[in-house]
Structures are given as structure tokens and as C-alpha cells.
Nanobody, 123 residues
Framework: QVQLQESGGGLVEAGGSLRLSCVAS????????MTWFRQFPGKEREFVAG????????YIRDAVKGRFTLSRENTKNTVFLQMNSLKPEDTAVYYC????????????????WGQGTQVTVSS
């Protein structure tokens, strides 16, 4: 069983930056991917970014391309979501997710989830 721990959320002014971290522990292997989703009130969680543990390939949602960057610490199952030029509409709970690498990364109903970390961007 994989355990996920997110950190790094907080309150930031528009235009500011945050770096979210997710550490996966337990029975991990390279046939999986680590992804970030975010959830707005009353909405389904939506895909933000993901990285393959097989080859480090990444996919980033169009709405945040150019502002968000996903990276990985290669010696550990740890990923970072660098969030720059934050906007109020980025305000959400951000979740780390562990799933098979060949699953559809943009869909919510796969894998395991962390507890989430709140990101709030003020105007």
C-alpha cells in the first residue's frame, strides 16, 4: 500500500509562488505515475500535472502551462509542483495521487490519494 503526504500549501497573493511537495512511501514501483489534482468547491477533482515514474515524462494541464512546473527527486518517490504567477482562480485543495502509469491521467477515479493541501490566492 502506498502512502502519500502532501505539503507546501498556504496563502499567497496573486502573482506569488508556492511549491507543493508529495512524498510516496510503501510498495512503489516504476509502473506508476504520480499526479496532482485540484478540487474547487462543489466540483470534481481535476487533473493538474503528472509525472511517470518509468521515464520521468510529464503532462501539464493547458490552463497552467507556463506557470506550473512538475519535477521529481530521482532517488526518491518525491514530486514537486512549482506554482508561479498564481491567480485567484488557482485557489483549491491540491491532492497528490498515485496511479498506474498507463491509466488515463486526467480522470479522477484511479489510484490512491493524499489528504490534500489548501492553496489560497488572494486578489
Amino acid at each position: 500500500q502506498v502512502q502519500l503526504q502532501e505539503s507546501g500549501g498556504g496563502l499567497v497573493e496573486a502573482g506569488g509562488s508556492l511549491r507543493l511537495s508529495c512524498v510516496a512511501s510503501g510498495r512503489t514501483d516504476s509502473s506508476y505515475a504520480m499526479t496532482w489534482f485540484r478540487q474547487f468547491p462543489g466540483k470534481e477533482r481535476e487533473f493538474v500535472a503528472g509525472i511517470s515514474l518509468r521515464d520521468n515524462s510529464t503532462y501539464i494541464r493547458d490552463a497552467v502551462k507556463g506557470r506550473f512546473t512538475l519535477s521529481r527527486e530521482n532517488t526518491k518517490n518525491t514530486v514537486f509542483l512549482q506554482m508561479n504567477s498564481l491567480k485567484p482562480e488557482d485557489t483549491a485543495v491540491y491532492y497528490c495521487n498515485w496511479r498506474p502509469v498507463d491509466s488515463p491521467w486526467w480522470k479522477e477515479n484511479f489510484g490512491s490519494w493524499g489528504q490534500g493541501t489548501q492553496v489560497t490566492v488572494s486578489s
